[in-house]
């Protein structure tokens, strides 16, 4: 069964650095994923799409402070030089014939 | 610019039903899938529904097959959500967005959303 594993919350400093973790299910660590964002009392917002191998595409307007990269199972989003703004839900999502399937979330606190 | 605009929503009670549709500009839309992801208020992403592009074929989360049904109107650029038998675990912001490069692939636009309250 292919799911998304993400941790419920985490927090960074402003200024900082921060990697989040999107992992997939057993039999699934070739899978490409993408990663939104939902700013509060706002829809999501499409960063990025990220493959196995660490390539990535990111959306429209999407800052160089936000990054993709891979291994094995894991699927990273790092942010750096952390923002105000970035303060938001993550999500991860991913796709196999006849579905698609999003992380649980990852609520990001700047302090 | 892609631009998808959600519309339909409202309040329903328990077994009523509700039509969704998402107004979609700014693509070539006949060639993209477009799907329904609902939110449940405090809750994450939940994807509800797809339809592929080209022709293609319907595809529904187990949570609601068998109430709703998607189609789409390339003529119209338009693609519906109907709604039957809702409970009250329906209530959600439901939320269209195009699926990228192919039918199966991530989704690069999204909506604003539209909201759905089931409850007597």
Redesign the interface.
Known sequence: QLVLTQSPSASASLGASIKLTCTLSSGHSRY???W?Q?QPEK????LM?LNSDGSHTK?DGIPDRFSGSSSGAERYLTISSLQSEDEA?Y?C?T???????????TKLTVL | EVQLVESGGGLVQPGGSLRLSCAASGFTFSSYAI?W?RQAPGK????VS?FTGSGGSA?Y?DSVKGRFVINRDDSKNTVHLQMNSLRAEDTALY?C?KV?SSS??????????TLVTVSS
């Open positions: 490409a994923i993408a939104h939902q829809g999501p917002r499409y799409k959306g839900d999500y999502q796709w196999d014939i006849g579905l698609w399937v999003f992380g649980g979330g | 799907t992801v994450g992403l939940e994807w797809g595809y989360a939320y967005a990228g199966w692939s991530d989704f690069d636009s999204w909506g604003q959303g």
